[in-house]
């Protein structure tokens, strides 16, 4: 069984849609979550981070963080044709013993297309 | 600000070849990683770099893939032979301290025929 399962999707919506992504987990020593956003050919770029449970809003998108059912979800308001990307969760546990925080678990990415 | 960047972008070798493949860090960043994607799978971590110091080499598959610091600034992986299932793309990451966020190369593209 895999440490972080995140449905590959594809997802396709139409322009303006909400949109929710979603991740779980087994690791109970996870606890900073991160989403990041991949457009072909290029590196993951970091979309969104939190550190343990709760609610993280930036702009168009919001994070949150259930750590008591191992589950975590973006959401995407008024989605643009430009958000159309791979999404991926990736979360780390504590950096006690010298493991880095960037030590990351990546769930296998959801494809999002946004069609105008 | 420059970013991270590697090269090359994309390498196809044969199998039983060597392939080096290079990562330039964000200037100051002193912690590097290095991960994998493997077709159809997730990316993986390989190892993380502290300076020219291997801080966690757990994820590295096996002995035919070796990683170095030089001075701790760029980094190199060579895979020596490579074999089918090495091919995928390599990134290449870097983060000023422990806490802070991961900056990622575009990585590098390997195929092995």
């Known amino acids: 069984q895999k440490e972080v399962e995140q449905d590959p999707g594809p997802l396709s919506v139409p322009e303006g849609a909400i949109v929710s992504l979603n991740c779980t987990y087994s690791?109970?020593?996870?606890?900073?979550f991160m989403w990041y956003r991949q457009y072909s050919r290029k590196g993951p770029e970091l979309l969104m981070y939190t550190y343990s449970s709760g609610n993280k809003e930036d702009g168009r998108f919001t994070a949150q963080v259930d750590k008591s059912s191992k589950y975590i979800s973006l959401f995407i308001r008024d989605s643009q044709p430009s958000d159309s990307a791979t999404y991926l969760c990736?979360?780390?546990?504590?950096?006690?013993?010298?493991?880095?925080?960037?030590?990351?678990?990546f769930g296998q990415g959801t494809i999002l297309t946004v069609h105008p | 600000e420059a970013g991270v960047t590697q090269f090359p972008s994309h390498s196809v070798i044969e199998k039983g070849q060597t392939v080096t493949l290079r990562c330039d860090p964000i200037s100051g960043h002193d912690n590097l990683y290095w991960y994998r994607r493997v077709m159809g799978k997730e990316i993986k971590f390989l190892l993380h770099f502290v300076k020219e110091s291997k801080q966690d080499e757990s994820g590295m598959p096996n002995n035919r893939f070796l990683a170095e610091r030089t001075g701790g600034t760029y980094s190199t992986l060579k895979v020596q032979p490579a074999e089918l299932e090495d091919s995928g793309v390599y990134f290449c990451?870097?983060?000023?301290?422990?806490?802070?966020?991961?900056?990622f190369g575009n990585g590098t593209r390997l195929t092995v025929t």
């Open positions: 690791n109970s020593a996870f606890q900073y």
């Open positions: 990736a979360m780390s546990a504590d950096s006690a013993g010298g493991t880095s925080y960037g030590k990351l678990t």
């Open positions: 990451a870097s983060s000023q301290d422990f806490y802070s966020p991961l900056h």
